[in-house]
């Protein structure tokens, strides 16, 4: 916001001296004057460049959690990442259905599965089509990454805000490994996770991993049936074997299922208006809605809803990745398939009269192949490949306007994408510090959309919507049988400055391109079934990165600047008998601020471990149309918060002396956001702290016994929204509340 700038502008121009400063001043030399002995900071290693290296030779900012790290901070959704990754939003727009990832102010704010991110996430080198996909728990991982900025030369599909690489523990050829978990926590949960590798044979592995969660009790109440809801019946499974027939060759096939027979969780009522209990309206839950309803308990957690919460998922994953060393390069195939189909119903007016509810399924069916070449000499190192993809997307909505309008609308839509692109990437050793790094990338879409709207007419004595008597048959209110065609080429040309072995300064210009797509939600007119276009990222970045070993440090610090054209997000249409919201581009947004992440194990305290990250942001979208007219320029993007943080510390320590013990404490704070691109005060999250912490015990490095609490504070906080105020209400999704437990691990060698 507008009050805000002058604070960021000083704060970002401070960054940057104090990157010029850390680049110009030698962190050896400074050491030298530090006369304890050093602790040893671990060597990272990541995959963000398609190939393994050390974090520190990455041109990239880039947000990294281990296993380790995955498992001791119960990292378990996706929604988790954000404890580790500054500058970062992740909402709900129903609990429990549907991520939305937004990294630096970028994300396509949309909950429907046949649309595409922004952020790219890939499991194992496989791209995820729909958000709709990581809807699962994480289980059995060795490495998560958040790489932030346009990824399109190596990561291509629609990655202008960046990619999330998630990459499953591997069968390991040597050693004999087994692990069993056991936990329970409140809400009457029950956790069971176990993996087992074995050896087969000197060329052949397996790796098998499950998880099971039993949630008997969820966090809402709802007053209008007596029950809770939002319990959680899930199951997964991996199992992956790894084929070594030649020390040149490595075959691995992974195959894996999910299965949930859940319990979405559910919003909070607002209306608009006055009631005996308050004025004040609309926006507050006293208000009511034109049919007189009102939530009067001030409880984000109770309320009286009026649909069955059930949430059916099942998922299938098949994936084969083959590398093949010829000496001058390596040949590597990635080819994934997923199959995923879910059911499940909203209350999207969160009252207990059906004014907005909705029947919804959706099946996805997605194949993806990738192969590339990669080798390199003492001057270059170089890659190229081929990206092939379709995606078949089939989703419908039955809505239940019964107390609105008198009837029921169908709603099904058929989306087919097919993609495929061609890259390179580069990078010249210029000198023994100077790499000069290139990377291009052409990629073609084609989608189209089959479906419509109608009126089913379902109720006597006939429709409000279309104003048909009852016992007409259905009324199409809107159809679209569309194409689009999206053809793009991005590209990056980077900098990496080795200052020495231990610090890394890295100046970037890259660009992505987002396709467009269609909304595929409830229409009452042919034009809010228009198809929306591609948008395009331009961005700049000047980071540095590095490891000062005697003081048992590494950082990272990251300046950017972003140019946004043709923003792909969410507006309100009125051209139509009913409101809608519905995908629609605006033609541009401005977007800079940091990054700082930092470790430090103090010499002096040899058994305590702090970390920290921070991330500050300025967003300014161009002026819009508005339903009230023009917006101005000067919204800020949605889930764009000013200021991030996360704070971590743990701290080693023996219970008695064979049984060491390990006290950890994090923390996330998020300063004021908008969730809409109006800007709209009524859907603002305030700021908030999320703070976690777990103490643990190791036996005989076998046993493993931790407590662990989430949201220990209970802070109620506002992760998503929406205004209907037209239609009489609105609602507000809240992050979880406070849970707890204690888990125990078994490990067998």
Known sequence: ???????????????????????????????????????????????????????????????????????????????????????????????????????????????????????????????????????????????????????????????????????????????????????????????????????????????????????????????????????????????????????????????????????????????????????????????????????????????????????????????????????????????????????????????????????????????????????????????????????????????????????????????????????????????????????LRATQEDKSNRGFTSDLVSEVPGSGLSGAPFGSPPIVLASVDDDIDDNSVDWKLGLNWQLEESTLVYLSASQGTKSGGFFTGVATTVEQLLPYDAETLTAYELGIKGRASDYGMSYEASVFYYDYEDVQTYISDTTGPVPVSRLSNIKGATIYGLDLMAQWKPVMVEALTLSAGIGILDTELEAFDGPNGTVSKGNEQPDAPDLTANLSASYDFNLTESLPAQFAVDGRYQSDAFHDALNNPLLESGSYWVVNARLSAYLDDQWEFTAWGKNLADEEYVVQGSDQTSLGNGFRVYGPPRTYGVTITRHFD
């Not at 990754?85 to 727009?93: C, G, L, V």
């Not at 998630?166 to 087994?178: S, V």
């Not at 096939?253 to 208006?273: A, D, H, T």
């Not at 879910?342 to 192949?369: C, G, H, W």
């Open 1 to 439: 916001m507008n009050n805000t700038s002058p604070r960021i502008n000083t704060t970002f121009l401070r960054t940057v001296y104090c990157l010029g400063l850390l680049a110009a001043t030698n962190p050896s030399l400074v050491a030298a004057q530090n006369q304890q002995q050093a602790r040893v900071i671990e060597e990272v290693y990541v995959t963000a460049q398609k190939r393994q290296q050390s974090l520190m030779e990455v041109g990239i900012s880039v947000a990294v959690a281990g296993e380790k790290e995955i498992r001791d901070r119960r990292i378990s959704m996706v929604t988790d990442i954000t404890l580790f990754t500054p500058n970062a939003s992740i909402k709900e727009n129903i609990p429990g259905l549907m991520p939305i990832i937004t990294v630096r102010g970028v994300g396509l704010n949309d909950f429907n599965a046949a649309n595409n991110p922004a952020t790219g996430v890939y499991i194992d080198g496989v791209s995820l089509s729909s958000l709709a996909l990581l809807s699962s728990d994480f289980f059995d991982l060795e490495r998560i990454e958040v790489l932030k900025g346009p990824q399109g030369t190596l990561y291509g599909r629609n990655s202008t805000a960046g990619a999330l690489n998630i990459t499953t523990a591997k069968p390991d050829l040597e050693n004999f490994g087994a692990r069993v978990s056991v936990g329970a926590g409140s809400y009457d949960a029950i956790e069971l996770e176990g993996m087992l590798n074995v050896p087969l044979s000197d060329s052949l592995g397996l790796r098998l991993a499950a998880k099971g969660i039993d949630q008997g009790e969820g966090y809402w109440d709802n007053d209008a049936t007596g029950d809770d809801i939002g319990q959680r019946d899930v199951q997964m499974a991996r199992a992956q074997l790894l084929w070594r027939p030649s020390e040149r060759t490595d075959v691995l096939l992974k195959l894996e299922n999910q299965r949930g027979r859940s319990e979405l969780g559910s919003p909070e009522f607002f209306g608009v208006l006055p009631t005996a209990n308050t004025s004040n309206c609309p926006g507050r839950p006293e208000c009511s809605n034109f049919l007189g309803y009102s939530d009067t308990d001030g409880d984000p957690f109770k309320g009286s809803w009026s649909v069955s919460p059930d949430y059916d998922l099942d998922q299938s994953i098949i994936t084969a990745k083959i590398d093949v060393d010829f000496d001058f390069a390596t040949l590597t195939s990635v080819t994934g398939y997923i199959d995923f189909d879910r059911k499940y119903e909203s209350d999207v007016d969160a009252s207990p009269m059906r004014i907005l509810d909705f029947v919804n399924t959706d099946a996805v069916e997605q194949f993806s192949q990738e192969l590339r070449l990669a080798g390199e000499t003492d001057a270059l190192i170089w890659q190229v490949g081929a990206f092939y993809a379709t995606d078949k997307v089939k989703t419908t909505y039955a809505g239940q306007l019964q107390a609105l309008l008198n009837t029921t609308t169908y709603s099904p839509a058929d989306v087919e994408a097919e993609s495929q692109a061609i890259f390179a990437n580069a990078e010249w050793l210029v000198s023994d510090s100077l790499t000069l790094i290139a990377g």
